[in-house]
């Protein structure tokens, strides 16, 4: 059904957003587009629960790995392109939807 095709689900000129890996400053590799959200992570059995940013992208697209760094930018089409936010990958990405997609969780960085 959809999982031939998930270019539907992650259209850069609707809701999702265009990321870029980084290396040393500079693009390293293809753009690819993902979904940021925000999830409650629950630890210590559920008596501490906080909200972590994860990214959703299509597994072929990329992969990621703890430490990455990668830039992120939401360009609607007709809409002026959001400001471009730096993450580091707090962890791997793991897999999700019989492997068609992955999910990682990441961290704001500011860039100098």
């Known amino acids: 059904m959809f999982i031939e095709d998930l270019s539907i689900?992650?259209?850069?000129?609707e809701f999702a957003v265009t990321c870029q890996k980084q290396a040393n400053g500079a693009?390293?590799?293809?753009?690819?587009?993902a979904?940021?959200?925000e999830a409650d992570e629950e630890a210590m059995q559920g008596y501490v629960v906080g909200t972590v940013r994860e990214l959703r992208y299509p597994t072929a697209a990329?992969?990621?790995q703890k430490g990455d760094l990668l830039t992120s930018q939401y360009n609607a089409?007709?809409?002026?392109?959001g400001p471009v936010a730096s993450w580091r990958v707090l962890r791997e990405g793991y897999r999700v939807n019989d492997g068609a997609e992955s999910v990682a969780y990441l961290t704001t960085t500011t860039t100098a």
């Open 27 to 33: 693009p390293a590799g293809a753009a690819f587009s």
């Open 35 to 37: 979904l940021l959200s």
């Open 77 to 81: 089409a007709g809409a002026t392109p």
């Open 9 to 13: 689900f992650y259209n850069a000129s």
């Open 62 to 64: 990329v992969t990621l």
